[in-house]
């Protein structure tokens, strides 16, 4: 077990650490056997800043530590995410990135154990381990939360193994049976043969013939590794390929490469050069997570933490799904029912198809009501206006058929005048996306996410984007990346305010000595973001937004912070000590407060189809 006078210690050491590493140069590698003589636990349990998670930590933390690990990882997984957003090649991403993961996992390198203290990088190494489990609980629960995690996670691991050492790396896949079997030049030359045919004792001059065209061949593939090879050496291109070294690997387990043609294919195998490794490891990587959580889910339901951890995780979760957009704008409160077709302009693609279908069919399904309306209410729509703009929607319904159908209760509960009480926000992209899937005749829902490529492709067309800006949009929605998608979009439709935007931000980032700002000024992750952009960009009132969690759950308020202990054993099963009912009575009042309201929206949709019968 892990002792708290050696985490003393790890903190006495991080400045050491710190410093050690700005003011030295690149270190001489350390060996896994002179690691092990300096700490033979830090060898045995985190030899590599490079983790592939397969065995499940077994520690004791306390409830507090317990949230505080899972935010900072947290916090690192959505820089991640915004990072991809803004930039456009990996060495922007790993740029904006880098400060992000320094100051929340930074894990340093084995070569810094003698001038940070081994406890420092055993603490590191610790933290980062146990944070990525406990994350996996929260998001194993559906496909959408699993497959975001495994996007940042695989991200991360990426940026660690590109600014790892060579020797460290070699020695991780090693370690981590990864199954790559290096092969040559020489052996593709004998596998090329027997494919084709040939003996090794046919005549001198087929065998020349062929191996020269499969060599022309090789060369073509891969005209960096033959580059590479002679500056190094300064030899002929048949020495660098001779010297070059490659992988074969069935070609599904490549895609990406097969996609790019940066592969040779032969006999149903990929022959993947080791400038190309990381492809290979981050593959395995991402494969190992997706099952992982497929069994964590699977098993969680057993967990017996109904009143202590499942409200942190579900607050971990809500943290991505209900992020709360706050508007800084000066418009709360003063959009009538009048102003909203002129308005419509700047609504985003999800909402303007609502409020395209509300004009068409003069009605709308609850689901769609309930996100148009409290979009409507996040741009400033008060209750009076909302009750009116309703009843001029539905024209074609009688006053008692819409008094009957109870539309007016819906609108007051919206607003917090009915019902709970509550007053609730608009949905954030996330929630969109994950939650209420549309089914026949609903309109609601993420256009990335729910429409088919053929009516997306049309309400590009609609929207004028060029050629080339919506094959862009439909890949990177096809590739499951629907937030990115959508701030494209933004870039593309409303180039004007993109164009201010950005030079606000470079302007900005000059003054204070800064690189220029990338992209958008925030990436576009609420419906209500992208109106205040449109909106206050044109008009030249721009003033950035605020973006927030969710109401204050049990992991973001503190109020779970007690001292009792958490023991992870395996993924999925915990042993807790036992709580003051004090403390239990507040966290099971802290979840009841944070959870949204859906059975009470639920029994109304119910009631509501009960009527249309």
Known sequence: MFKQDRAAAAGAGAGAGLSAASAGGPAASLSREALARIDPQLAADYPFTLNMYAVPPRDELTLTQFELLALDRLRVLRAIETARLRAKSDDDVARLIEPVVNKHLELKRNTLV???????????????????????????????L?????????????FRFGIEQQVDRDAFIALANLDLAPVSFEDMCREKMAAAGVAPTAPAAQRQELLSRFAADVRATYPHVVQQHQQQTGGSESDALRRAVFYRVPFERVCELVGRRAVLLMGGAAYVPESERLVLVANAFRAALSDSLMATAKALPRLDEEDRLMPVLDSLARQYLDREYKSTGPRSGTIR??????????????????YQTLRHNAHLKHVGRLHLGLFLKGIGMPLEEALVFWRK????????????????????????MEGKRTDYTPYSCAKIITSMQPGAGDAHGCPFRHFSPERLGEMMQRLSVSEQGAGEILRTSREGHYQLACTRLFELTRGRVHAAAQAQQNQQAAGQGGPPAFQLVEPIEHPNQWFDLSMGLESGEHKGSARTPAKPGPAANGRMSTPGQVKIQTQTQTQTQTQTPMQTQTQTQTQMDYEFDDVDMDALAELEREMDR
């Not at 609504?347 to 609502?354: D, E």
């Not at 929607?393 to 917090?416: C, L, P, Q, T, W």
Request: glycine share 4%; net charge positive; charged share 30%.
């Open 114 to 144: 003698r001038a940070a203290g081994p406890q420092v990088l055993y603490e590191q190494r610790r933290k980062d381990h146990i944070s990525h489990f406990i994350l996996r609980l929260a998001f194993c629960r559906s496909d959408d």
């Open 146 to 158: 699993r497959q975001w995690f495994v996007r940042q996670e695989v991200e991360l691991f990426k």
């Open 337 to 354: 029912h009048e102003d909203i077709a002129g308005l419509s302009q700047h609504f985003p693609p999800c909402m303007q198809n609502l």
């Open 393 to 416: 929607a539905f024209h074609k319904m009688s006053d008692d058929e819409y008094n009957k159908k109870g539309y007016v209760y819906n609108v007051r509960y919206n607003y917090g």
